[in-house]
């Protein structure tokens, strides 16, 4: 009884009940309403045959009298035929015809019958002793009375036939009902049940765990894949939630321990405003390093959080990277690196212009920092190009670069490949970079530029860059 109550619970059940029963509910009142027509029809048909009979019969009484009006009665009774004939003299004694008994109170009345009245016939082969039929009685003159009639029992039967047919086809159609809910139910009952199962080993903890798939390529099977990419995106954010608080604590704790000790150090040594002042300048420096890593936290939530909001425009990138490269040139001379730039007079691009500045500037302050160096001169290579379907933005440099095996790791936040964080930075800048390129719907390529490393931003193009959409 409780998986009855289960399956009863499932909204496909239910639904096919309701179809069911309405289904159920319209066949009846169509078959009461086809069977009421067709007998109204078949009960005018009789009335007119009898009304046309009684005509013929007057026409007889009116040429030949009683007698032959008699004689004509009797002739016609005795042939086959759902005709009723009588004719009674006036204390009701039968003369002619083929009915042997009537309801009481048939003849009491002239005219047609208001509704069908039992009777018995003459000779009765069917087995029957009663019937039901329609009639008209007409008085004559000298007291006689004279019934026509039409036999019913066919449309009786007719009427009983399809109410047997309908009866018979809405218990078929129950029992294929049940017999479908029966293993239909039952399957999806189990599937549920696996479905519940494997929910509550998610729910203890377990996010390794997945959803049943049978390879039916059902709704069920399409939820489930649908759900299990959901559960496999949130295990892989709680990893990445995990190491990040892991490398959050990891990168803070060293500048709150130096932090903690220049000030101790302060204290305990004799008042001295020079030292003093150097100490608070490395203390302020360290701070600063802190509310960068911040910031850039931040800034990849918002990019991360609010792609859907991302003001975007119709923009020009060979303006925004020849801006970025022409801030950065005092930069690049300091640190002995040459900056080519490669863009085309014009690139025009859906885009939003403070993200992509932003992008181009990380990439900029990985390549100085990591591909300069005193001893060589460094060359860091800014190139824009654009094809039918995608616009690239490319930094190569040539310096160490980044191993291939490695490559993957660098865009995850806080992965550096200086363990001893001995160089300045957080381990957020490509994150932000590959963040802001997720955002415009694009991907972060890195590959070798033999030698160094090159960081390419891949967008493609929408629609509105491509002039395919108008307006107005």
């Not at 086809?34 to 007998?39: F, L, M, R």
């Not at 022409?326 to 690139?347: I, M, Q, R």
Request: charged content about 25%.
């Amino acid at each position: 009884m409780a998986r009855f109550r289960s399956l009863m619970r499932m909204t496909a059940v239910r639904l096919s009940a309701v179809y069911f029963l309405l289904f159920a509910i319209c066949a009846v009142v169509l078959v009461v309403y086809v069977t009421a027509t067709a007998s109204a029809i078949v009960e005018e048909q009789s009335r007119q045959a009898i009304s046309d009979e009684l005509s013929d019969l007057e026409q007889v009484y009116q040429q030949s009298g009683i007698i032959g009006l008699v004689r004509t009665i009797d002739r016609r009774s005795r042939q086959p035929g759902a005709s009723l004939y009588l004719v009674t003299d006036p204390s009701g004694r039968i003369l002619a015809g083929n009915v042997a008994s009537l309801q009481a109170g048939v003849l009491d009345d002239r005219g047609q019958t208001p509704d069908a009245f039992s009777y018995e016939r003459y000779s009765d082969e069917t087995g029957e002793r009663y019937h039901l039929a329609i009639a008209e009685v007409v008085a004559l003159r000298n007291g006689m009375r004279v019934l026509v009639g039409r036999d019913q029992s066919e449309q009786l039967r007719f009427r009983g036939v399809v109410q047997s047919a309908l009866i018979l086809a809405l218990a078929l159609m129950g029992v294929a009902a049940l017999i479908a809910w029966f293993f239909v139910g039952r399957s999806a009952l189990k599937r549920l049940d696996g479905v519940t199962a494997a929910s509550g080993r998610i729910l203890s903890g377990d996010l390794s765990e997945r959803l049943p798939v049978t390879g039916a390529g059902d709704e069920f099977d399409r939820l489930a894949d649908n759900l299990n990419a959901l559960l496999a995106r949130i295990s892989l954010l709680q990893v990445g939630l995990q190491e990040v608080s892991d490398n959050i604590a990891h990168d803070l704790r060293t500048p709150l321990t130096r932090l903690r000790s220049r000030a101790e150090a302060a204290l305990s040594a004799p008042p001295d405003p020079g030292e003093a002042r150097a100490v608070l300048d490395q203390m302020i420096a360290e701070c600063d390093q802190m509310i960068r890593t911040f910031d850039a936290l931040l800034m990849i939530s918002r990019v991360e959080a609010g792609s859907d909001q991302v003001m975007k425009s119709q923009v020009d990138l060979a303006a925004i990277v020849a801006d970025v490269v022409d801030l950065y040139e005092p930069l690049a001379e300091d640190a002995s690196c040459e900056v080519l730039l490669e863009v085309p007079e014009t690139l025009q691009a859906y885009a939003s212009r403070e993200l992509i500045a932003q992008a181009l500037s990380n990439l900029l302050d990985n390549a100085l920092k990591y591909a300069a160096a005193p001893d060589r001169a460094t060359r860091i290579r800014v190139a824009l190009t654009e094809d039918e379907a995608e616009w690239r933005l490319a930094v190569s440099d040539d310096g160490p670069g980044i191993p291939a095996d490695l490559r993957q790791r660098v865009l995850e936040r806080f992965y550096r490949l200086d363990k001893s964080r001995s160089m300045p930075g957080s381990g957020l800048g490509l994150s932000l970079v590959e963040a802001i390129a997720r955002v415009h719907g694009g991907r972060l390529l890195l590959a070798d530029a033999e030698p160094g490393l090159t960081v390419c931003l891949v967008v493609p193009k929408e629609k509105r860059q491509m002039g395919e959409r108008g307006d107005g």
